[in-house]
Antibody, heavy 120, light 110 residues
Framework: QLQLQESGPGLVKPSETLSLTCTVS??????????WGWIRQPPGKGLEWIGS???????YYNPSLKSRVTISVDTSKNQFSLKLSSVTAADTAVYYC????????????WGQGTMVTVSS | QSALTQPASVSGSPGQSITISCTGT?????????VSWYQHHPGKAPNLMIY???KRPSGVSNRFSGSKSGSTASLTISGLQAEDEADYYC??????????FGGGTKLTVL
């Protein structure tokens, strides 16, 4: 069963860059059937799609975050990564990585999530 | 791109049926049959319950069903069980390779 696991710092200072990595296990990130996405949930709020990437490197971003987001993929390590620059307290959230099915546009497998707090 | 609109909360007794609505616009829900629904127990990973508006992934109970009318999608849970108590989110393709989630609905089983 394919699994995803987020990793990265749990605390980031304001104005700095948040960096997270998602490791895909028991499956290949190079499949043409899937994108790989990042979604976040601020405390007490709903889910927000951040962006998705195809194994070729094609990226798709939430327009409201596009100027600060970079998603990249490393097929040799079966990983994809998120960078969010110039963070503020509003970026405090649980960050999830997920497999994003091309045919159905659904997120069918999710990581457990990692809490990232923006604070000095 | 605005979040899809869901009721903040719904409730029902065991055995009853409930419906959660998800209202979008002609740019997202109204234009595509690409609405998905997720069950989220706090502290756990969200779980896909419905995709393409009406389809259930393997392993999801047939008590869960989806539908759409115009720009509003709906998730119906029949025969409510205590384990169904969770947060539920809808998500829709919104064109131009973007996706948008709803604000979430807390389901309480009384």
């Amino acid at each position: 069963q394919l699994q995803l696991q987020e990793s990265g710092p749990g605390l980031v200072k304001p104005s700095e860059t948040l960096s997270l990595t998602c490791t895909v296990s028991s499956g290949s990130i190079s499949s043409s059937s899937y994108y790989w996405g990042w979604i976040r949930q601020p405390p007490g709020k709903g889910l927000e799609w951040i962006g998705s990437i195809f194994h070729s490197g094609n990226t798709y971003y939430n327009p409201s975050l596009k100027s600060r987001v970079t998603i990249s993929v490393d097929t040799s390590k079966n990983q994809f990564s998120l960078k969010l620059s110039s963070v503020t307290a509003a970026d405090t959230a649980v960050y999830y990585c997920a497999r994003h099915v091309v045919a159905s546009d659904a997120f069918d497998i999710w990581g457990q999530g990692t809490m990232v707090t923006v604070s000095s | 791109q605005s979040a899809l609109t869901q009721p903040a909360s719904v409730s029902g007794s065991p055995g009853q049926s409930i419906t959660i609505s998800c209202t979008g616009t002609s740019s997202d829900v109204g234009s595509y049959n690409l609405v998905s629904w997720y069950q989220h127990h706090p502290g756990k990973a969200p779980n896909l319950m419905i995709y393409e508006g009406t389809k259930r992934p393997s392993g999801v109970s047939n008590r869960f069903s989806g539908s759409k009318s115009g720009s509003t999608a709906s998730l119906t849970i029949s025969g409510l069980q205590a384990e169904d108590e969770a947060d539920y989110y809808c998500c829709s393709y919104a064109g131009s390779s973007t996706w948008v989630f709803g604000g979430g609905t807390k389901l309480t089983v009384l």
